[in-house]
T-cell receptor
Framework: GAGVSQSPRYKVAKRGQDVALRCDPI?????LFWYQQALGQGPEFLTY????????KSGLPSDRFFAERPEGSVSTLKIQRTQQEDSAVYLC?????????????FGPGTRLTVL | AQSVTQLGSHVSVSEGALVLLRCNYS??????LFWYVQYPNQGLQLLLK??????LVKGINGFEAEFKKSETSFHLTKPSAHMSDAAEYFC??????????????FGSGTRLQVQP
């Protein structure tokens, strides 16, 4: 496909369960970002990869959140021992690393509901 | 740290009326600025971007925005609203490329309603 894809689109988890959210960036895009969007809010940055290197993880809210991109393409955001406050839409975005501006292309998001 | 303020969480206009969505940023150095639109259950779509070329930026769907350094503003406008413009709009700011920081900082969004 031409755009960023994410799966699953919807995920319901019981509190305490682990979840894994997948992102397929646009082909050829070396930068990949994860954002968390709470209901009624703007997206908030979680973490950033350039190829397989995680260059910025300053936005991860706790050590329960872990992201990886082992081959520099597909990325997985993992949340361990989910809590109700983790309920949000998780957005993935990708961009060309060498652009003169930081234009990011967003996927449709994964809506996580923790019961 | 960068911050973005969007005045008005909800804006309602009549079809055919002017659309004005406000955005102010906090930065001593002009950053890159963006407007994104989000339709229900969809990701964010880029409307337009400011990257220090022209201060008046034209985007898709008839939207434009003007960068005003003296006011630290980047307001979004459209001369005539269409029903299809009803959506959530986000202003975002990015540091310059030479800072090494790539994250976008978003405002809290403005929901635009268009009345027939």
């Amino acid at each position: 496909g031409a755009g960023v894809s994410q799966s699953p689109r919807y995920k319901v988890a019981k509190r305490g369960q682990d979840v894994a959210l997948r992102c397929d960036p646009i082909s050829g895009h070396v930068s990949l970002f994860w954002y968390q969007q709470a209901l009624g809010q703007g997206p908030e940055f979680l973490t950033y990869f350039q190829n397989e290197a995680q260059l910025d993880k300053s936005g991860l809210p706790s050590d329960r959140f872990f992201a990886e991109r082992p081959e520099g393409s597909v990325s997985t955001l993992k949340i361990q021992r989910t809590q109700q406050e983790d309920s949000a839409v998780y957005l993935c975005a990708s961009s060309l690393a060498e652009g003169i501006y930081n234009e990011q292309f967003f996927g449709p998001g994964t809506r996580l509901t923790v019961l | 740290a960068q911050s973005v303020t969007q005045l008005g969480s909800h804006v309602s206009v009549s079809e055919g009326a002017l659309v004005l969505l406000r955005c102010n940023y906090s930065s001593s150095v002009p950053p890159y600025l963006f407007w994104y639109v989000q339709y229900p259950n969809q990701g964010l779509q880029l409307l337009l971007k400011y990257t220090s070329a022209a201060t008046l930026v034209k985007g898709i769907n008839g939207f434009e925005a003007e960068f005003k350094k003296s006011e630290t503003s980047f307001h979004l406008t459209k001369p005539s609203a269409h029903m299809s413009d009803a959506a959530e709009y986000f202003c975002a700011v990015s540091d310059r490329m030479d800072t090494g920081r790539r994250a976008l900082t978003f405002g809290s969004g403005t929901r635009l309603q268009v009345q027939p």
